[in-house]
């Protein structure tokens, strides 16, 4: 087993280049991160020359990605930006722990991210947790009575939620329970933020702004899941075991969630594996909509300002817990089915 | 030369129906299906409606803004409403479907040739090629796909020639989000046709096509490729819904399609 994961990391190791490489190239193209470093006011040309000096983007695409990636303080860089090359790089590189530095805010990327990843995994593993825990009560119910009116019912319900796009949802969510609520003079729900300002970063303020989002995201998910549940009930309560376990004359309840929920716990359990890391990018769009202040808006406010090093980094991240996290399903399926070997 | 009459004398019964067509035969099956003749005329109304709304409204008035007007609740004059800036949503809706429309089936053609060709040389070839070929599908496999969809479509953005076909014009950004779109989704598509590449490279009737001297590229497109099609045409259907998602969301977030050009995405944008 060691063995098999110490393979899987290193497999992992050219395609995590690969997708930095390919990724950055892209990013070169994004736009001019010094058009927009002067605020209102144009940028000198003298000044705007010094600047790509300093920055190090007058170098060659290759030679950037060198020292993003392994850092520059083995060799001389232009620090004053007059032309010529006069004392050491600082920068370690990404593989040395070194995300570099945000070109807007000029804090270091890891601060920037850390930030906002508390935030974006609060919102993403709650609406990830009442997905998983709505998606089992329904798939369990739906697969126990197949063709049930309620399964048809619920059927045509879900799959109406799973063809919205996303922000049909939040913004009809917003406008039912925070503008019509407020009118019939019912207690509303709050539509941006992650606190109210002059209460507080509070739990119960966090929780409460978390609702509106929380649900929005959910209804989307819930229909893949859902449904994903149905199918491998049924599967698994067609099995002999099950015959068996109802013949024998077990209590139902005993049945389903000893007998046949476990077996089909795996596939569950995979896909749930596999959805986690995504949940570290965030709901860009979700987050977006409702002035969350996480990692999804952190990558567009940067994108759009043509910060290399921090849009670099959040993808990274994303890329490498995907990686890291494809390995531990694997590893988690085996342990939970012992068929399963990958010597 | 006459054939003699009396020739070989057929069973009553297999004459009394002439045989089905693969055509009728495929007709019968689908009425016979009721959720895909549901969704077949869900299909053509929406066609109906975005390509036959056009005999209704001009373009001209789906794009013309009269902030004088700006919000109306549906009324008669607007059944949908007005936007923003006052202009008629449903007039907006039926040229916006349009280009939705056309966004998720071309985009869907693009993302269906890059996964045959990917999966189909990697499946067929084998060897140094696959790897490569897996090794860059798997590294897009694993960013998010909003992420390379965001990313690709700044890449793009820039001075963007608005284009003109059939005497009208659109926004450049149309293609684009297209080409993006076609280039950010074919890994699965990619993967499902290697898989069976994989598989059926082995079979018989491919050691028989090559005993008989028949050429790479032939094999490829005329004896396995015609037998991926069934998994092929499942997931192109599904994508054509994503496209038009996608198309939405990075348009709901300003890197998409560009006003004043409507899609069913640029709809959402309060603006």
Known sequence: ?343 | MTVPSLSIPQPADDLATPPLTLRQLGWLRFRRHKMALFGGVLLILLLVFSFGGAFVYTEKYANFNDTSRRLQAPSAEHPFGTDPIGRDILARTIYGGQISLFIGFVAVLIETVLGILVGALAGYYGGALDAILMRFTEALLIIPTIFLLLVMAKFFAGNIPEIHIGGRTFSGSVIVIIVIIGATSWMYLARIVRAEFLSLKESEFILAARATGTSNSEIIFFHILPNTFAPVIVSSTLSVANAILAEAYISFLGLGVQQPTATWGICWIPR
């Open chain 1, 1 to 343: 087993m060691f063995q098999y994961i110490l393979k899987r990391l290193l497999q992992g190791i050219p395609l995590l280049l690969i997708v930095s490489l390919t990724l950055f190239l892209l990013m070169m193209k994004v736009g001019d991160p010094i058009a927009t470093m002067g605020g209102r006011s144009v940028t000198r040309p003298a000044d705007r020359e010094r600047l790509t000096r300093q920055l190090g983007l007058d170098k060659p695409l290759l030679v950037q990605y060198l020292y993003w990636l392994i850092g520059n303080d083995w060799t001389q860089v232009d620090s004053d930006g007059d032309g010529v090359p006069d004392k050491n790089g600082n920068r370690l590189g990404i593989l040395r722990g070194d995300f570099g530095t945000s070109l807007v805010t000029k804090r270091p990327v890891t601060e920037l991210i850390g930030e906002r990843i508390p935030n974006t995994l609060i919102l993403m593993v709650a609406s990830e947790v009442v997905t998983v825990a709505f998606a089992l009560i329904l798939g369990i119910y739906s697969a126990l009575r197949q063709y049930s009116t309620l399964d048809n019912i619920l059927t045509a319900l879900l799959f109406i939620g799973y063809s919205m796009p996303i922000f049909f949802v939040s913004l009809m969510s917003m406008y039912i329970f925070a503008v019509l609520f407020k009118q019939w003079g019912l207690p509303y729900l709050p539509t941006v933020g992650m606190f109210d300002p002059q209460v507080g970063k509070t739990f119960s303020q966090v929780l409460w702004h978390m609702v509106l989002p929380v649900m929005s995201l959910s209804v989307i998910y819930f229909a893949g899941y859902s449904r994903y549940i149905r199918s491998t009930m049924l599967e698994v309560m067609n099995q002999d075991y099950v015959r068996t376990a109802k013949s024998k004359g077990l209590p139902r309840r005993q049945v389903v969630y000893i007998h046949a929920l476990k077996n089909a716990s795996l596939p569950i359990v995979t896909l749930v594996g596999l959805d986690l890391p995504f949940l570290l990018g965030g709901a860009v769009v979700t987050e977006r909509i409702f002035a969350w202040p996480g990692m999804g808006r952190l990558f567009l406010d940067h994108l759009s300002r043509a910060d290399v090093s921090v849009v670099m980094g959040i993808m990274m991240m994303v890329a490498v817990a995907v990686v890291v996290f494809q390995i531990i399903t694997d590893v988690f399926y085996a342990w939970l089915d012992p068929r399963i070997r990958y010597d």
